[in-house]
């Protein structure tokens, strides 16, 4: 079992930065991709970025390409979420998650994701 707790949110101006980080713990030899996705009010869970175990592969959605930017220590069993240029629709709860297939490919789609942090709110004033 892998616990995932997240850290950093909070409240920032439009155009500020934030760094959310992921520690896991746990049985975290079984992990390997690592995402996050986010949570708006009154909107469905959305994809945000992922990475895989070594780091080399990532992926971003669209709405954050070129303002956040996924990576991960896998010596301190940490993934980190460095936002930056931050829009009032970015305001949502972050939730990290982390995937135990093995498939040797880069995980992106809710359902394959097993563990699942408590999420951090993040919140954006215009």
């Known amino acids: 079992q892998v616990q995932l707790v997240e850290s950093g949110g909070g409240l920032v101006q439009a155009g500020g930065s934030l760094r959310l980080s992921c520690a896991a713990s746990?049985?975290?030899?079984?992990?390997?991709?690592m995402g996050w996705f986010r949570q708006a009010p009154g909107k469905e869970r959305e994809f945000v970025a992922a990475?895989?175990?070594?780091?080399?592969?990532?992926s971003d959605a669209d709405s954050v390409k070129g303002r956040f930017t996924i990576s991960r220590d896998n010596a301190k069993n940490t993934m980190y979420l460095q936002m930056s240029s931050l829009k009032p629709e970015d305001t949502a709860v972050y939730y990290c998650?982390?995937?135990?297939?093995?498939?040797?490919?880069?995980?992106?789609?809710?359902?394959?994701?097993?563990?699942w942090g408590q999420g951090t709110q993040v919140t954006v004033s215009s």
């Open positions: 998650a982390a995937d135990h297939h093995r498939w040797g490919r880069l995980v992106v789609a809710e359902p394959d994701f097993g563990s």
């Open positions: 746990g049985r975290t030899f079984n992990i390997d991709t």
């Open positions: 990475i895989s175990w070594s780091g080399t592969r990532t």
